[in-house]
């Protein structure tokens, strides 16, 4: 019985080698990418202008060209594409070895913005903005956020952790598996939530690890505990938030909110709806913004979405939403046909990051989720999230090149239907053949 076991598992080791050879990868990856940075450089020139305008208003200087965010977000663009091209080739049992690495610096490049920002305060070093560091000053690079790069590494570290321990069959081990899987993103969580004050951030790299959690094969009691002890952390760091509870505040006023809000979350949203309602249903043109004159705040980054509505009507963020829909079903696809436990919650991860990010964003400037300030992928001005959005999305496109026929399960990795038909058929003209003779 024991030889028969080995034999059966040295066939599904051979199968599963066999699935994982190299194939033509998803290149209708490439296609919504391309599609989606192409209209983001659409938006940054058609409000470019205006947003010059304003800023060069503001600070009594002309610094600001009509040229300058297309051309800034032209560079971000050209860079992500060369970091999506280096992802999609190094490959992904290299970039898995240096997981704890990732780590490592992610953490130490937060340690090192709240040094610099928070305690010594040296401003040609970390930029901050209303009590928040979250950047480092590159000069005339413009700045990096290492938020970002620490979403990266906790989902490259989780996606080796977690598939090396499901192998094992250890996935639910308190000890071994979740009390280490856990601590890691709570670190994370602590240094860009309650460190750098970047609620948006700390609920993406929650849905990273929720999700990863999810395919793992994790039992559902055990997520339900982590979900449950998540939501009220997060309760509680909203009520010790000022700021972020006038933000709850105002959104569960919702329209009736008046001039008693204490902050500008009110003004915001008001004017994202009008911006989405002056658009109609066909916009009013490029060039012809009149939010992103000053009226709404952060138009070329979180609030680009409002934008596009005001500027390409009903029609442009339906196309958008339909593009960012069909990119994360790509994901989903490829998670699920992946035999590699740690390929799957690689992809899954990257799914988990992009959902947050889309629904959040859009979710807010439509009023029905409080406002947090995070960017739309591939949409909104700035390098340090298209960069690594992009390098995510290039892991992604690198491992489609090695999926299954069949839907991956937890018990063999994959189910491929197609070896199923040619067994089955093999058996039956056996029989045939058997009866004739």
């Known amino acids: 019985m024991e030889s028969v076991r080995r034999r059966v598992g040295r066939t599904a080791s051979v199968v599963s080698d066999s699935l994982q050879r190299r194939h033509r990868p998803d290149y209708q990856i490439i296609l919504f990418i ?9 938006i940054m020139y058609a409000i470019g202008p205006q947003r010059a305008n304003v800023l060069n208003s503001a600070y009594g200087t002309d610094f600001y060209t009509e040229t300058y965010f297309v051309i ?18 190094v490959p992904f049992a290299i970039i898995k070895s240096h997981a704890g690495r990732l780590v490592w610096i992610g953490f130490a490049l937060a340690v090192l913005l709240f040094i610099t920002g928070n305690v010594l305060h040296i401003d040609s070093v970390a ?64 240094f860009v939530v309650i460190l750098q004050k970047d609620m948006g951030t700390g609920i993406a790299l929650s849905a990273i690890a929720l999700t990863m959690f999810l395919v793992s094969g994790m039992k559902w009691k055990i997520i339900a505990k982590i979900v449950a002890v998540a939501a009220v952390l997060g309760i509680l760091m ?33 004017n994202a709806k009008i911006a989405l309602g002056t658009g109609g249903f066909l916009g009013l043109g490029i060039g012809n913004s009149v939010q992103a004159t000053g009226y709404l705040p952060e138009a070329i980054n979180d609030s680009v979405f409002a934008i596009i509505g005001e500027t390409f009507g009903f029609i442009g963020v339906t196309l958008i939403l339909v593009l960012f829909t069909a990119l994360l079903i790509r994901l989903l696809k490829i998670s699920d046909h992946l035999p590699d436990m740690s390929m799957r919650l690689a992809v899954a991860g990257i799914f988990g990051w992009l959902a947050a990010h889309i629904i959040l964003n859009v979710a807010s400037m439509i009023g029905v989720f409080p406002l947090t300030g995070i960017t739309l992928p591939l949409l909104s001005f700035g390098g340090t999230s298209m960069l690594f959005i992009a390098g995510a999305l290039g892991l992604a496109f690198q491992l489609s090149r090695y999926t299954s ?15 199923r038909r040619r067994v089955g058929g093999s058996r039956n003209s056996s029989r045939r053949r058997t009866t004739r003779n």
């Open 405 to 419: 026929h069949g839907q991956a399960t937890k018990e063999t990795g994959y189910e491929d239907s197609s070896s």
């Open 127 to 190: 930029k901050c903005s209303l009590g928040a560091c979250r950047w480092f000053n590159l000069g005339p690079l413009g700045s990096f956020q290492p938020a970002e790069a620490l979403k990266f590494a906790v989902l490259i570290f989780l996606a080796s952790f977690l598939g090396m321990r499901s192998q094992q069959g250890k996935i639910d081990d308190m000890e071994r598996t979740i009390i280490p899987a856990v601590s890691l993103v709570g670190a994370a969580l602590f």
């Open 72 to 89: 800034k977000q032209s560079i971000s663009l050209v860079l992500s594409v060369a970091v999506f091209m280096l992802m999609a080739t």
């Open 34 to 42: 391309g599609l989606l940075m192409l209209f983001g450089l659409v």
């Open 238 to 270: 909203i009520v010790t938030s000022p700021h972020r509870m006038e933000r709850v505040g105002t959104f569960f006023q919702g329209d009736s909110a008046g001039e008693s809000v204490q902050d500008d979350n009110n003004y915001h949203i008001k």
